[in-house]
C-alpha cells in the first residue's frame, strides 16, 4: 500500500493527490474543515496534514499502525476519486452549468 505526500500549504488537496486516490493510494494532503464544509469533500478520505515534519511523521506513523484499514481507506479513495474525478461525471457537471437557462 503507497502513502501519498502532496501539499501541506493548501487547504485542499492537488491534481497529483486526484491521481493518487484514482489509483486507490492513500493520500495525505491539506484537507481542511473549510474544504470539507463544502459538502462535495465532506467524505473525502485525504488525511489532513499541517505543514510541518512533525505533523506528517505523525499522520504517516497513524496510517502504518492501523493496517488493518488500509484496504478499507485503499477502496474509499478509489470510490472517491470515480463520484468526483471520473472525466465522465465532469463533463456530465460542466454540461448541466452550460445549459442553464441565464438569469
Given at each position: 500500500?503507497?502513502?501519498?505526500?502532496?501539499q501541506?500549504?493548501?487547504?485542499s488537496?492537488?491534481?497529483?493527490a486526484?491521481?493518487?486516490?484514482?489509483k486507490g493510494?492513500?493520500?495525505?494532503s491539506?484537507?481542511e474543515?473549510?474544504?470539507?464544509?463544502n459538502?462535495?469533500?465532506c467524505?473525502?478520505?485525504?488525511?489532513?496534514?499541517?505543514p510541518?515534519?512533525?505533523d506528517i511523521?505523525d499522520?504517516?506513523?497513524s496510517?502504518?499502525e492501523?493496517r488493518?484499514?488500509?484496504?478499507?481507506?485503499s477502496?474509499a479513495?478509489?470510490d472517491?476519486?470515480?463520484r468526483?474525478?471520473?472525466?465522465?461525471?465532469?463533463a456530465?457537471?460542466y454540461?448541466?452549468?452550460?445549459?442553464?437557462?441565464?438569469?
Open positions: 500500500m503507497d502513502i501519498i505526500v502532496d501541506a500549504y493548501s487547504y488537496y492537488g491534481m497529483s486526484a491521481y493518487a486516490l484514482a493510494k492513500i493520500v495525505l491539506g484537507m474543515s473549510e474544504a470539507r464544509a459538502g462535495i469533500y467524505d473525502c478520505p485525504v488525511i489532513n496534514i499541517r510541518n515534519v512533525q511523521a499522520k504517516i506513523a496510517v502504518i492501523s488493518s484499514k488500509l484496504g478499507i481507506l477502496d479513495s478509489r472517491f476519486a470515480e468526483f474525478h471520473d472525466h465522465k461525471e465532469v456530465r457537471q454540461a448541466e452549468i452550460y445549459h442553464r437557462p441565464k438569469q
